[in-house]
């Protein structure tokens, strides 16, 4: 497990819960990042005064995203994306000595908010609604990467409308959208449960002006990034129709050329079959090699040619012939 704290003006990777008992011994505002799920971690959040049931919870993954506002306490369970736009969950409590995040992946993913939030955390004087206000609107800014990731997925695919497509590629497209629907699905439960959580925030006790004010903020972005995602749902529904509808019609094109070359070939089969026939005077009439070359290879050759003719003629067929001339 990776601990940081994030106090004002610096970061600092922690060695063990008694390092971060002398870091947080000023009573200062600080921010404990836990990277891991291991007991050591149980350990840091009892240090910074979560009571035990938080503290289980906060090691507990695999939740639906809610939040929770009330006295002296908040509780988030949402989302941060990492460097390739993929959403990591990460669990979120905030009291009155800080705030700490708990969640599994690469540390480094916020090593520019953890420097941003050490410049902002000096001026924000003890009140740690404001400063979970300002942590949770860095948090969700990482989101934008997964939008980035998403709008460059969907601009293949709009590019792959122009080439040879499969029907693997229509079921990567079909496994996307629904893996964003369920994304946005969960997205908008959660929106809905912070714009619940912040009814009101301003008559919480502690809250304050500006404490209530970045809440609300916050609330603000989580809509918008819902409209996103809303929007970005269309499109691909969009996509998606006009990829399986490119689909469908290359098939059917395929349907058509393979119906032209049996409709030339079946004279052909006739007359194979025709001429299979084991009868005793067909052998007799047919067995020098004159018969066999006017019947066996001139016939066969004169009804492709004809049914060739007629369907060029009948416009279901088209022959490109190109004449070079040398010098």
């Not at 240090?47 to 035990?52: A, K, P």
């Not at 905030?94 to 700490?100: E, I, P």
């Not at 004087?125 to 998403?150: C, S």
Request: hydrophobic fraction near 50%.
């Amino acid at each position: 497990m990776t601990a940081i704290i994030v106090q004002e003006g610096r970061v600092k990777p922690l060695a063990n819960s008694a390092e971060f008992r002398d870091c947080v011994a000023g009573g200062a505002l600080v921010w404990l990042d836990l990277i891991g799920e291991d007991r050591d971690a149980l350990t840091y959040l009892l240090e910074l005064g979560v009571d035990s049931a938080d503290a289980t919870w906060a090691l507990r993954f695999g939740q639906t995203s809610r939040m929770n506002i009330g006295q002296n306490r908040l509780r988030a369970a949402t989302w941060i994306a990492d460097r390739e736009g993929a959403p990591v969950e990460i669990h979120f409590i905030g009291s009155g000595k800080g705030l700490v995040t708990v969640w599994r992946g690469d540390p480094t993913i916020l090593d520019a908010i953890r420097l941003q939030f050490a410049d902002r955390v000096g001026a924000l004087k003890g009140n740690f609604y404001e400063a979970a206000g300002i942590l949770l609107q860095l948090l969700l800014g990482t989101l934008d990467v997964f939008l980035q990731r998403l709008d460059e997925r969907m601009e293949e695919l709009r590019l792959g409308l122009n080439r040879n497509l499969s029907s693997a590629d229509f079921a990567a497209t079909m496994k996307g959208l629904q893996k964003l629907q369920t994304t946005a699905a969960g997205f908008s439960r959660y929106a809905s449960a912070v714009r619940s959580a912040t009814v009101g925030v301003e008559t919480v006790p502690g809250a304050g002006v500006r404490g209530a004010a970045e809440l609300n903020d916050f609330a603000y972005q989580v809509d918008d990034f819902e409209g996103e995602l809303v929007e970005r749902r269309r499109w691909m529904s969009d996509l998606t129709h006009d990829f399986a509808t490119t689909v469908a019609h290359r098939q059917a094109e395929q349907i058509n050329r393979l119906t032209l070359v049996s409709l030339i070939f079946l004279p052909v089969t006739a007359l194979t079959g025709f001429f299979g026939m084991n009868f005793d005077w067909m052998t007799r009439v047919i067995a020098s090699p004159q018969a066999f070359f006017a019947l066996g290879v001139a016939l066969p050759a004169l009804s492709v040619a004809v049914t060739i003719g007629w369907l060029t003629r009948k416009g279901l067929i088209r022959l490109m012939i190109r004449f070079g001339l040398r010098r």
